[in-house]
């Protein structure tokens, strides 16, 4: 039997091929990697306000005067942000930002948040604007969530753990 030897260099080659075919097949995924790729790139296909019934009741009595936001996508999946008081401007301002909210990527938050921000800053500063920018922002990480199959609080160190991928511009 033939013995060929391997030189250093053919052995980086043939470790460095066989690293790129674990990567190519997914063997060097981080967690929830396979489930992102099955979803492929989301676009925001409805933006919806949640009004609390008026007859539930919280703690002595108090009326709740929270508003919820659902940001609907065409993968199926429904990301849900939280906002208060109110409901009338905070519908009006949701109605207002929704054009620039439909048809965009929930996944890519920083790049949504600055559009609206920037859209938002040459109004008076502060209310419902702002209130509805922080919802559609906490819905955007429920769907990141959602779709990584991890819990949001994984998603926030993203940077640090890379467990999902929230991409800027």
């Not at 002595?60 to 999946?77: A, C, F, Q, S, Y």
């Amino acid at each position: 039997m033939q013995s060929k030897a391997i030189s250093r260099r053919g052995l980086l080659k043939a470790a460095a091929a066989g690293s790129l075919a674990a990567a190519g097949n997914g063997a060097l995924d981080t967690p929830g990697a396979g489930r992102r790729r099955k979803r492929g790139p989301m676009k925001i296909t409805k933006i919806e306000a949640v009004r609390f019934r008026g007859d539930l009741r919280l703690v002595e009595g108090i009326e709740p005067n929270w508003m919820w936001v659902r940001l609907h996508t065409d993968k199926g999946i429904v990301g849900l942000g939280e906002s208060y008081p109110g409901y009338e401007a905070h519908r009006g301002a949701l109605k207002e930002l929704a054009g620039m909210v439909i048809g965009k990527d929930p996944t890519k938050i920083e790049r949504l948040w600055q559009d609206l921000f920037y859209h938002i800053s040459y109004q008076p500063w502060g209310g419902a604007d702002t209130r509805m920018l922080t919802a559609i922002n906490i819905a955007q990480w429920d769907i990141l969530g959602k779709a990584a199959g991890l819990p949001v609080y994984k998603c926030l160190a993203a940077k640090r753990r890379r467990n999902c991928s929230s991409t800027t511009p």
